[in-house]
């Protein structure tokens, strides 16, 4: 049958769709430690996103990538449509100084509107110029550089730019 459509079913969907975050969640991060991490959706390119800052990064996912065809199925709930089983429910990977990036697909079928904007940035401080010249380089390809990477008058070696995926990047290395 798949997901309802409209308004309402939207809700329902969403509802769904944000108690299989919380389970993940919990179950991703085991103890109370405080830690920042940064959530960006996608509209279904998630797991390429995701391999590409892997790659850039040089971590591992924590605990691999889950898909909403891995949401149990609830009583009142519709069951989860053939389109989205595949598409990426939640994805954690480790940046730098322990920061994580989230991530997940947004499709319309449960209840989401993704609108691209400016009002947010992922700000990466490296601990050396080097590691922030190749960052800015690799994340920055096929992208859109807004501000080249240069020795800023307030002292940071700076760039920003969004990616190939349409994510906002800042890179700031501080010359000491």
Request: with cysteine.
């Amino acid at each position: 049958m798949g997901f309802k459509e409209g308004f309402t079913a939207g809700l329902e969907n969403l509802d769904q769709y944000i108690a299989a975050q919380f389970n993940l969640r919990k179950q991703n991060k085991q103890n109370n430690t405080a830690r920042i991490s940064t959530y960006v959706n996608f509209p279904g390119n998630t797991e390429e996103a995701f391999l590409f800052y892997r790659s850039v990064f040089r971590t591992e996912f924590i605990n691999g990538i889950q898909r909403f065809g891995e949401i149990p199925a609830e009583a009142g709930h519709p069951p989860i449509g053939e389109a989205i089983k595949n598409m990426v429910l939640h994805v954690e990977l480790p940046l730098l100084g322990g920061h994580i990036l989230m991530g997940t697909d947004a499709p319309k079928e449960m209840g989401f509107t993704l609108a691209k904007g400016n009002n947010m940035h992922i700000c990466i401080e490296p601990e050396t110029r080097e590691e922030a010249k190749r960052l800015f380089d690799e994340l920055s390809e096929g992208g859109n550089i807004t501000m080249p990477l240069a020795d800023m008058f307030f002292g940071a070696y700076f760039g920003e730019f969004s990616d190939k995926y349409g994510i906002n990047w800042m890179i700031n290395y501080q010359n000491r």
